[in-house]
């Protein structure tokens, strides 16, 4: 009888064993399949902005941030713009405090859209490849600013920088600061970022006696790429505007800032018919400046599109810049019968930012508003429109990143107009 259960005892585990020998291999095998049946999904993101412009008052349609201010702005006699109302007497008390305001409000756009970044980023399954930060950096080039940039973006950011100059950081000041060292500031730092950075820009530094000269756009061509290496787009980064050059010095230093045109077009030989995106970057891109732009682009699309055409391709070129705060949208304009995006990226003063996202398909880029969590409840981030970027066109199209709240008063407005409209209209058949 012992013998028995001896035997029945050793004989049952036997079998057990057995059996969870065959799930565990069932299941290690269900996991192959999944991995094999599933593969990951490759993607090359950036994210773009402009106008850090440490300190810029925010723009009158970021809510959130001219709340902050209200009880400051009240005490120094300002209205929602930072101008004094009409009739004050404006001293130098005044004026300080207006300096005050205008600090809160650039250091809470700055912290709100840092917040919303290091969000996104965070939440995203592909860390981003860059942050394009499109000039204004900083709102006068003094170093303070230029601390604070750093302090605040430069010097603790999770993802690489993509960098370029603006207005405010050299042409605004110069001749407007003592010996322009505001500009010298801004564009020795941005030569130092350039060079630590081994990006191969246009700008050559040489020694005449005793002064030193930099020659150059300042310029560069980044070739960035998703985490696999296997989704890649050039960023070309021409700094202020397309036709901006400026001579000016600062002591024993001298600066000779050329137009980008001509490096463009000779990055644009260079890359001839490539198949990755071309994305264009500059700080300012209005009048003169976009229809430059767009004639560049015409001359090269017209010169590869045969190429493109033979081979079956779509030509991947746009341009993407700030400077206009409240500006945040996407014109797509055809061009050589191919849809060509011109967009403006967000400003840190409107508290907006975009999303670049490319696959081995189709590219986007998404808008986002960046909010304060404390005053709307926990939320950081309002995802707006996704809008394709290339492919055949047939017609011109511009679309708008706008917010909840701003498409409801727009509509609002527009219904508004509607109804006075047909009053308008029966009042007229009446008579």
Aim: aromatic letters at 12%; charged letters at 20%; glycine letters at 4%.
């Amino acid at each position: 009888m012992l013998l028995f259960f001896i035997l029945s005892f050793f004989f049952s585990n036997f079998i057990r064993c057995q059996d969870n020998t065959t799930v565990t291999d069932e299941l290690q095998e269900g996991l192959n399949i999944s991995a094999i049946s599933s593969p990951q999904k490759d993607v090359l993101t950036l994210l773009l902005m402009g106008d850090t412009q440490f300190h810029f008052p925010c723009e009158e349609d970021n809510v959130q941030c001219k709340m902050v201010s209200k009880r400051p702005r009240s005490r120094f006699f300002l209205n929602s713009r930072l101008e004094f109302i009409y009739g004050t007497e404006v001293n130098e008390t005044l004026r300080q405090g207006r300096d005050s305001c205008t600090k809160i409000e650039s250091r809470f756009a700055n912290r709100v859209q840092r917040q919303a970044l290091d969000a996104l980023i965070s939440s995203l399954d592909y860390k981003p490849a860059a942050l394009v930060i499109n000039g204004d950096l900083t709102d006068f080039g003094h170093l303070h600013q230029l601390h604070e940039f750093r302090q605040v973006w430069y010097n603790n950011f999770p993802i690489p920088f993509i960098l370029g100059l603006g207005n405010h950081d050299y042409q605004n000041n110069i001749d407007d600061c003592a010996l322009n060292f505001c500009a010298h500031t801004m564009l020795s730092w941005y030569a130092d970022y350039v060079k630590n950075m081994s990006l191969i820009a246009d700008i050559q530094r040489k020694t005449v006696k005793f002064d030193v000269e930099f020659t150059g756009s300042l310029a560069y061509t980044e070739r960035v790429c998703s985490g696999s290496g296997k989704l890649c787009a050039y960023i070309i980064q021409l700094n202020n505007a397309i036709d901006y050059n400026v001579q000016f010095s600062s002591l024993f230093v001298k600066w000779n800032i050329s137009s980008p045109m001509k490096y463009l077009h000779n990055e644009l030989n260079l890359l001839g018919s490539t198949s990755l995106p071309i994305l264009l970057n500059m700080h300012q891109c209005e009048s003169m400046h976009i229809h430059k732009i767009r004639m560049m682009i015409k001359r090269w699309m017209s010169n590869v599109k045969t190429i493109f055409e033979s081979n079956q391709r779509v030509p991947k070129i746009g341009a993407f810049y700030a400077h206009m705060h409240q500006r945040h949208e996407v014109s797509l304009e055809c061009i050589e019968g191919y849809k060509v995006p011109f967009v403006y990226i967000g400003s840190v003063p409107n508290n907006r930012f975009s999303k670049f996202d490319m696959n081995s398909t189709t590219a986007s880029i998404t808008g986002y508003k960046a909010r304060d969590s404390l005053m709307h409840n926990g939320e950081i981030l309002e995802e707006l429109e996704t809008v394709e970027l290339w492919g055949p066109c047939t017609r011109n199209e511009i679309i708008r990143f706008e917010d909840h709240s701003t498409r409801k008063r727009r509509n609002f407005i527009r219904r508004t107009r509607n109804q006075m409209d047909k009053t308008a209209n029966s009042e007229s058949e009446f008579f």
